[in-house]
Structure formats: structure tokens, C-alpha cells
């Protein structure tokens, strides 16, 4: 797998990319430019082609957009589900611009409403959005931790949306905190063979173009979003070293969206790196 991370971009994008560098990043995940609301500014075209330079002169890619946590496809309000179209358009707009490859996405909750008819307004929200994708950018769902009403906590459902919605730029995240979180006991060689299993049966491998790789501290099945540290929580290095003996992952990406400071950025990535290359601890 590529190995990543998240990397913030307040400091500038010079800085963002020289951490990302200097701890021996491949790949990079930033968030969108938009901030938390609805309204949108256009894409900020100097700084665009100055992370585009830096980026390549580094020799990182892919890169990836995390767009906004406001992004609800699911819900019953229209207005709510007009802006989350603006805020994904706007991200693939400045994915294109920019040369980014992914832009990444959470898909919302079903709210108050019934599953079936929140899904069947999703897809028709990730068709509306998908019918004006530049060339060349692939939006990806995220799955979620799977608490109450929200949508993608399976593997099942992520296929059906794949399925649903039948368009080649469409693809699927997994965040291993979050499968976690939602049941799947990616902890050993077994479970990850298993889940993997799923995830080719129900979404397909090549739909499935990057992993968020998080550890946790939660309980198996507890439905709560918390990142940890990579092998210090119950995923732990095990499961980590599982993900990377599958050879069809090989092509994949992977990014690191770990709590903390520099120094532990620096960690996590040597650890990642330690246990993708099959050294011993
Ligand atoms: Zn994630
Ligand atoms: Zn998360």
C-alpha cells in the first residue's frame, strides 16, 4: 500500500507538505478549503498551483480531499441536501484544479426518516453530483462507525449505494476505526480475511481505492468515531500486519488520520511504514 497521512494545511500548504515529507509520506489527505458552512468560495487558484509543485517536487501521490463534516445526502431537509451538493461540487472543482485525485466523503444520516427512503435520496443526491465530475477525480464514501441513523456503516449498504448509484467514479474508503467500531473484528489475520472478503463480495476490490488506517481504544460493535495511535489500541498491530500480508491491497492507499502532535505524526508513520514492510517489532 501507499502509506500517507492527514495533514493539515493552517500553517500554509509549504508546511503541510515539508511535515508530510519529512516523515516519509507517499501520499497525503488534506481537508477542504471550505470552511463550516454551506457557503462555498471559489477554488484559491495560486495556492492551488503552488501545492500542486510542492506536492510533485516531493514525489506524493496520490492526494487526497476530505470534504466538509457538514455533508448530509441523507436528509430530509433540502436545503441541507442542496448545500452538501455545493460543498461536494465545489471539492471535486478544486480536486480537478488542483490535480487531486480523490475527494472523500462522508455520506450523512437517514435522520428521522425511514432507511429505505433516505438511501433511495442519497443515491439520487450522489447521481446529481456525479453527473458533473471533471475528468480524472474519483469521489469516495467513507464508512461510518455506524451509530443510530447514519448511513454507510456497512459493507452491505456501501455496495448497495455502489450498486445503486452504477457510476465508475464513485468509489469506497474504509476507515479501519470505524469498521471497528461498527463489528468487524479486524484485529487478526481471520477477521481482516473475512472482512475483506465481504468487502470484495459486496463492493468489489477495485471499487475500493483507499483505507483510512486508525487504530481505537472503543469496544468491538460500540459505534463510536475515536482515532488512536496505530497498534497501541484494539486493532493493534496484529490486525495493522493483516491488512498488509493481502497482496491485493498492494495498489492501494492508505492514510494515517491519528490524534496528536508532530512527534506523534512521526510514530505513527514509523510504525505504519515498520509494519507494511514485515519487520519485526
Ligand atoms: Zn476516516
Ligand atoms: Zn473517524
Redesign the pocket.
Known sequence: MRLGI?VHVRGGYVAAIEHAARIGAQAVQIFSSTPRSYRVAPPDEQALTNFRQLRDDAGIAPTII?SSYLINLASEDPKIVAGSLRLLQHDLNVAAAGGIRYV?T?LGSYGSRARTEGFSAACTALQRVLEEIPRDVFLLM??SAGAGQLCGGTLEELGRFIHGVDHPQLGV?L?T??AWAAGYEINSQRGVDDFLYEAAEQIGLDRLHLF?L?DTQVELGANR?R?WHIAEGNIGFAGFRALAARPELKDKTG?L?TPGDVADDERNMRMIQMIFSGASP
Do not use: K, P, Q, V
Open positions: 492527514h476530505h472523500n462522508h467513507e464508512n474508503c476507515d476505526a470505524h483510512h486508525n468515531d482515532h492514510i488520520e
